[in-house]
T-cell receptor
Framework: ETGVTQTPRHLVMGMTNKKSLKCEQH?????MYWYKQSAKKPLELMFV???????ENNSVPSRFSPECPNSSHLFLHLHTLQPEDSALYLC??????????????FGPGTRLTVL | RKEVEQDPGPFNVPEGATVAFNCTYS??????FFWYRQDCRKEPKLLMS???SGNEDGRFTAQLNRASQYISLLIRDSKLSDSATYLC??????????????FGRGTQLTVWP
């Protein structure tokens, strides 16, 4: 399935690097999300975008900076990360705006390792 | 406070077995409930929604008990391909949180031949 794609699939970076994660949805959806999945923890919502506008920042540190240039693309810019930021970062999208309970479709994720 | 709690397992069952997973949630005003499935090193995918009246999809049956804030998933006649982590998911209750998904840690299932 290629409804939601993410690149890169794997990323190793040092704490002083700057990198970006990319997500693209081909489903014509209106809402996009960033989640973090760490080992032994539930998925944690990071950011929500409705119609390109950020509607939620779930107390995410400023070293993570999202960008949504249009309703199909979502980026997560990373800088000066910490080793504890190593995790699987998942992008998701939904047809309905994020205020409505709707099925979310996930991308394959980017597995990030911070050295 | 954990929004959604699940027994992490692992559950190891033989093919053909019946297995049940349970989940509890903390927000009594939550509106919608789902089970997602996540295969090893893959993304979560919706398995089924959960309704108060209970619902069935082939070998899978989901139940919701709002009074007890309890959700269950029953898998009958387990197949090898059912091996995965099953995520209990609950939405918010109102306003901007209505569509927000709260995930449990997941219950790991391994079906062996």
């Amino acid at each position: 399935e290629t409804g939601v794609t993410q690149t890169p699939r794997h990323l190793v970076m040092g704490m002083t690097n700057k990198k970006s994660l990319k997500c693209e949805q081909h489903l014509g959806h209106n809402a996009m999300y960033w989640y973090k999945q760490s080992a032994k923890k539930p998925l944690e919502l990071m950011f929500v975008y409705n119609f390109k506008e950020q509607t939620e920042n779930n107390s995410v540190p400023s070293r993570f900076s999202p960008e949504c240039p249009n309703s199909s693309h979502l980026f997560l810019h990373l800088h000066t990360l910490q080793p504890e930021d190593s995790a699987l970062y998942l992008c998701a999208s939904s047809q309905a705006p994020a205020e409505v309970a709707d099925t979310q479709y996930f991308g394959p994720g980017t597995r990030l390792t911070v050295l | 406070r954990k929004e959604v709690e699940q027994d992490p397992g692992p559950f190891n069952v033989p093919e053909g077995a019946t297995v049940a997973f349970n989940c509890t949630y903390s927000n009594s005003a939550s509106q919608s409930f789902f089970w997602y499935r996540q295969d090893c090193r893959k993304e979560p995918k919706l398995l089924m929604s959960v309704y108060s009246s209970g619902n069935e999809d082939g070998r899978f049956t989901a139940q919701l008990n709002r009074a007890s804030q309890y959700i269950s998933l029953l898998i009958r006649d387990s197949k090898l391909s059912d091996s995965a982590t099953y995520l209990c998911v609950v939405t918010g209750d109102r306003g901007s949180t209505l569509g927000r998904l709260y995930f449990g840690r997941g219950t790991q299932l391994t079906v062996w031949p």
